[in-house]
């Protein structure tokens, strides 16, 4: 059954373990929006790997791994992350690059940083060149993967563009670009990419009518969508279930079950509203439990009690199927752990998730709290296995969502994982 694997709070999820754990029943893993900003932890042969540009699957031997049109692609990264399997004994016959896929360059980095510093808010970018990419994209000034490929064709566009943004880096007063600076490096990755790239959208086409199972792979979280998301504070692509079809070319026939990943908490990077966030030390508490830095960045993510309110908005706008929660072991040692359950805007109690800075800067939180199961979960491998607890810290989940909370991880590895 061809499925989609979403982030549904604002990124960080842990997608990149559950995915790893699904891939292996799927013929076929595909990444579809997103740039190197993401990162995807797995954890191989008990090796810590991230990923950010290439799809999980590439860890499940004889299944096919593809990198849409959706993906904005800087290509010494992504020739980085290839190199890096080959170093760990990874196969790498059945990876597959889009031709269409649009490129990063050295000046859509210079313009993320300038740019963000000018910024009256803050949004706290990566600063990888994502958004500039995707607005020339929008723009309609990219170049693709296919434009590297073909030395001339890249030396006469890239240099065209570098020209029309180093002008307008001078009036930021921002030092611009040198071409001289990088391009036989991207050249190099050019021929060293060439024999991974075709059409992906007709590939796709063409295994799905073999039959062949899709696993799509989501970067990023719902909350972060550029149309659905916290705006301004989001990426620059859609981290919902439409970005599957504009980064792919396949028709929404072909997605028949959604699966969100959320946190058994919640945590978020960089500026933007985050109604049930922690301070101090009960926060610093759950990021130390949680490991919780940005695995591209290294930042320090802010943490917060798991908010049913943004998560049932985050399940209606993807059509969620299914749930599967991550770092359920990290509450192991909490007395006392809570959920959102309401919002009250002017003194008005619901249970509704407006993207708006004015709405979501401004509510209060209703939670309800949860005695702690204090003791370790990770030798879990059932649902019963769990103490009665946490059991009943799931069930209101479910109760709460009305979805089925259908995995559950409880520690890093690809085995610590309950199928209920």
């Known amino acids: 059954m061809n499925t989609a694997v979403l982030g549904l709070q604002w990124g960080d999820e842990g997608k990149g373990k559950a995915i790893d754990y699904l891939a292996n029943r799927f013929n076929v893993v595909v ?140 009036y930021f007063n921002g030092e611009g670009v040198r071409l001289d600076s990088y391009i036989d490096e991207f050249i190099e990755a050019g021929k060293f990419l060439h024999k991974y790239t075709l059409n992906t959208t007709y590939l796709l086409d063409q295994l799905l009518s073999e039959g062949k199972s899709i696993l799509f792979e989501g970067a990023q979280g719902a909350l972060l969508d550029i149309n659905l998301g916290t705006y301004p504070f989001v990426t620059s692509s859609n981290s919902t279930i439409g970005g599957i079809f504009t980064g792919t070319g396949i028709s929404h026939k072909a997605v028949e079950k959604v699966i969100g990943i959320s946190k058994a908490y919640t945590t978020r990077v960089g500026g933007g509203p985050f109604p049930s966030e922690l301070f101090k030390k009960e926060a610093e508490r759950l990021r130390q439990k949680g490991n919780e830095f940005g695995s591209t960045t290294g930042r320090p993510r802010r943490v917060g009690w798991l908010d049913l309110v943004a998560l049932k908005y985050a399940i209606m706008v993807n059509g969620v ?72 810290y799931i069930q209101f989940i479910e109760d709460y969502i009305q979805i089925t909370v259908k995995y559950i991880s409880v520690g890093v590895e690809r085995d610590q994982t309950i199928k209920k």
């Open 31 to 170: 990444r579809y929006q997103g740039g190197h900003n993401a990162g995807h932890t797995i954890f191989y042969q008990g090796q810590k790997v991230i990923l950010h540009l290439l799809p999980s699957g590439v860890f499940t031997p004889d299944t096919i791994s593809i990198i849409g049109h959706g993906v904005v692609v800087n290509p010494l990264q992504l020739v980085k992350e290839i190199k890096n399997l080959h170093d760990l004994g990874i196969a790498d016959n059945n990876l597959f690059l889009s031709t269409a896929a649009p490129l990063i360059l050295p000046v859509h980095q210079k313009l993320d940083i300038v740019f963000e510093s000018s910024r009256y808010v803050k949004i706290g970018t990566t600063r990888r060149g994502i958004g500039p990419a995707y607005e020339d994209l929008c723009g309609r000034r990219a170049l693709f993967i296919r434009d590297l490929l073909n030395k001339d064709i890249f030396l006469k566009q890239v240099k065209s563009l570098d020209d029309y943004y180093n002008k307008m880096m001078q």
């Open 321 to 392: 199927d299914e749930i599967f929660i991550t770092k359920l072991d990290v509450l192991d040692d909490f007395e006392e752990i809570k959920l959102v359950t309401h919002y009250e805007y002017k003194g008005v109690r619901n249970q509704i998730f407006d993207t708006s800075l004015d709405y979501l800067d401004n509510v209060e939180t209703v939670e309800k709290t949860f005695a702690g199961w204090n003791t370790s979960i990770g030798e879990a491998r059932s649902f019963q296995d769990l103490p009665g607890k946490a059991r009943e």
